[in-house]
């Protein structure tokens, strides 16, 4: 069982399918009404930028357990950023689900994600409808092709020969599988299939991700759906918007 570290919040490790272990914090009030897998954005860690920490301790208040961990290859976790595929992160997530049911509730979970996680948790909620209550994508990447596939230049071909990885920013870094996957596994299609109630929030923090790409994947979904876009004066202080918006979609 998890070791409790100070009231709700306990740290916990989350075994992948093929054996790494991520290190995580799982957030779980007395009796929970539900619960949340958080997964964070490419080059970040299980806190997002203090996002997810701040939002787990709201979820908690609202009586909503969550987990949050750190991917394989970033933050406390085991693995390594280039051996990372967008099926490998699909077994990350029904990990993260397992571990909820075993440790906290067997219920449909609500599935929170950024960035590159966003895609694949839509892919995942269109597969997996019965194990997804809602979903909430903040910036997600939905066109992989688009934002990734434009890295196989002739240098990116020698850098993986010669280091074996690419480097998409100062924090983050793809190997050769996720770039040949990324022209093949596209969850703009399965949009259409998503059951759950989703939400997309745009704006929540910087972002590479086009306001179109947001917009155009909330035109495509068919389920009960919302887009909501922080700007303004709000945008210096995304995070208070987007708890807010997240919290009153889960809760």
Request: glycine share 10%; proline share 6%; aromatic share 4%.
């Amino acid at each position: 069982m998890p070791a409790r570290t100070a009231d709700t919040q306990q740290r916990t490790t989350v075994r992948t399918h093929d054996g790494l272990r991520l290190a995580g914090t799982l957030v779980a009030p007395d009796h929970p009404k539900h619960v949340v897998l958080l997964l964070h954005g490419e080059g970040s860690d299980r806190d997002q930028d203090g996002f997810y920490a701040r939002l787990s301790t709201e979820l908690a208040d609202h009586g909503v357990a969550s987990l949050r961990f750190d991917l394989p290859g970033h933050g406390e976790s085991e693995g390594r950023q280039e051996e990372l595929t967008l099926s490998g992160l699909l077994n990350t997530i029904n990990a993260g689900l397992t571990h909820l049911r075993e440790h906290v509730a067997d219920t449909p979970a609500t599935l929170l994600a950024t960035g590159l996680t966003g895609g694949v948790a839509a892919g995942y909620a269109a597969r997996k409808a019965p194990e997804v209550d809602r979903l909430v994508l903040v910036n997600p990447m939905i066109d992989y092709d688009r934002h990734l596939g434009g890295l196989l230049t002739e240098q990116a071909g020698r850098d993986l020969i010669t280091r074996g990885r690419v480097e998409v920013s100062p924090a983050f870094a793809v190997g050769r599988a996720m770039l040949n996957e990324v022209f093949w596994l596209q969850p703009r299609g399965a949009l259409n299939a998503i059951a759950a109630p989703t939400l997309i929030i745009h704006g929540a923090g910087p972002t590479d991700i086009p306001r179109d790409s947001s917009i155009s994947a909330a035109e495509a979904l068919t389920c009960a759906h919302r887009f909501v876009e922080i700007t303004g004066p709000q945008a210096a202080h995304w995070q208070a918007p987007a708890i807010r918006e997240a919290v009153e979609w889960i809760s």
